[in-house]
C-alpha cells in the first residue's frame, strides 16, 4: 500500500501563490505516474496536473495552464505543486494520487492511491 500525504494548504488573497508537496512512503515511487485533483463543494473531484514516473513529461488541466507548475524530486520521495496568480476559483481540497502506468486519461480511475488532501481558500 502506498501512503501519501498532502501539505502545504492554506488561505491565501487572489493573485498570491502557494506551493503543496505531497510525500510519499514508498521505494517505488520513481515508477509511478503521479497528478495532482482538486474537489470543491457539492463538484466532483477534477484533474489539475500529472507528471510521469521520471518528471519528464507534464500535464495541466486548460483551467490551470501557466500558472500552476508540477515536479517531483524521486530523491525525496516527493511530488509539488506551485500555484501562482491564485483565484477564487481555484478554492478547493488539493489530492495528490498515484498510478502504475502512464496515461492521459484525466479521470480519477487508474489512481489506486490517494492521499487525505489539503484545503486551499482563496479570497476575493
Known amino acids: 500500500q502506498v501512503q501519501l500525504v498532502e501539505s502545504g494548504g492554506g488561505m491565501v488573497q487572489a493573485g498570491n501563490s502557494l506551493r503543496l508537496s505531497c510525500a510519499a512512503a514508498?521505494?517505488?515511487?520513481?515508477?509511478?505516474?503521479m497528478g495532482w485533483f482538486r474537489q470543491a463543494p457539492e463538484k466532483e473531484r477534477e484533474f489539475v496536473a500529472a507528471i510521469t514516473d521520471n518528471g519528464g513529461s507534464t500535464y495541466y488541466a486548460d483551467s490551470v495552464k501557466g500558472r500552476f507548475t508540477i515536479a517531483r524530486d524521486n530523491i525525496k520521495n516527493m511530488m509539488y505543486l506551485q500555484m501562482n496568480s491564485l483565484n477564487p476559483a481555484d478554492t478547493a481540497i488539493y489530492y495528490c494520487?498515484?498510478?502504475?502506468?502512464?496515461?492521459?486519461?484525466?479521470?480519477?480511475?487508474?489512481?489506486?492511491?490517494w492521499g487525505q488532501g489539503t484545503q486551499v481558500t482563496v479570497s476575493s
Open positions: 514508498t521505494r517505488a515511487f520513481n515508477r509511478y505516474f
Open positions: 494520487a498515484a498510478r502504475r502506468y502512464y496515461s492521459l486519461d484525466t479521470s480519477t480511475s487508474g489512481y489506486f492511491a
